[in-house]
């Protein structure tokens, strides 16, 4: 029993659970946010499951294609094809199983769009972003970042099975996040990544570079964060916590300029998750007080 749980959690970690776990998030917000009504059934829990298993599909691929990497890096070091807990072959199957199986949820109960869509980021990460955008360019995560901004445009698409100008928003908003949520990651671990051969801004331009770019795309965010109020989508409630929110992502890319420790990156990388949790919260929130859930389709 103790090696069938051990093999599980191997298979597990292939998935990045609390990254997929913020993919579905945001889908599932974008299914809320998609109708004044709560979601159709079939759409919320296949829709949810689907996107998972893509979420989690490309997720073990990265990990495959970046065993080589992965090995050099602490962060990944211990990464279970790294120490050959597992095979590439077992993992190479296991992947595909997820995406095909994916697909065929999305595409047998949800809709059609959905799965395409949905395959198209599991491709643009594991392979575009994996293959070549991480080794070609150290603006990779900016690229990249358009297949991690695409699961509220899902969660959308889903319930709707048109991709909406609001879910464009919400795809905005993830897409110019994710830089500066990345590089302070990729500050604190430019040594890993320099050592892996891989083009990280902090590791191409510098640190202090890297630093002044974390700032201009939080400025950049903070206005995009306003948008759902400027164009109608949201109201006062959500106003106010991008506000606070964003001021709050303010300092920190303020305050990582003259950081008080070599930490602090670490502090900017984990404030920006609960930015981006906290902001789609309180876009639901407000939706909720905006179009009150009398009714379910």
Not at 171 to 200: C, E, G, K, N
Not at 245 to 250: D, K, V
Request: glycine share 6%; no cysteine; hydrophobic share 60%.
């Amino acid at each position: 029993m103790t090696a069938i749980t051990a093999r599980a959690g191997q298979y597990l970690e292939l998935t990045k659970p609390r990254v997929v776990a913020l993919i579905v998030f945001t889908a599932i917000i974008g299914m809320f946010l998609a109708t004044p009504a709560l979601p159709p059934w079939r759409a919320l829990v296949f829709g949810s499951i689907g996107i998972w298993l893509a979420a989690a599909s490309a997720a073990a691929i990265n990990h495959l294609l970046d065993r080589e990497r992965d090995a050099v890096m602490a962060r990944t070091a211990a990464r279970p094809l790294v120490t050959g807990e597992l095979r590439p072959r077992e993992v190479l199957v296991f992947a595909l199983a997820l995406g095909a199986a994916s697909m065929a949820l999305l595409a047998g109960f949800v809709n059609g769009l959905t799965a395409v869509l949905t395959f198209a980021s599991l491709i643009g990460y594991a392979v575009i972003y994996t293959v070549y955008l991480k080794r070609a360019t150290p603006q990779n995560i900016v690229i990249g970042g358009a297949a991690g901004a695409a699961p509220p445009v899902l969660g959308w698409v889903a319930v709707t099975g048109e991709v909406h100008p609001h879910a464009l928003l919400l795809f905005l908003i993830i897409f110019i996040w994710t830089p500066p949520h990345f590089w302070a990651l990729a500050i604190f671990r430019r040594d890993d990544y320099s050592r892996a051969q891989v083009p990280m801004l902090p590791v191409t331009h510098g640190v202090e570079y890297t630093r002044w770019h974390v700032l201009y795309y939080t400025v950049l965010l903070v206005v995009v964060s306003l948008l759902p109020f400027i164009t109608g989508m949201s109201g006062t409630v959500y106003l106010a916590g991008a506000l606070v929110l964003g001021l709050g992502f303010l300092w920190y890319a303020i305050r990582l300029l003259d950081p008080p420790s070599e930490r602090f990156a670490m502090d900017v990388f984990n404030y920006s998750i609960i930015y981006l949790m906290a902001l789609f919260a309180f876009l639901l929130v407000d939706h909720w007080i905006a179009e009150p859930v009398i009714r379910v389709y």
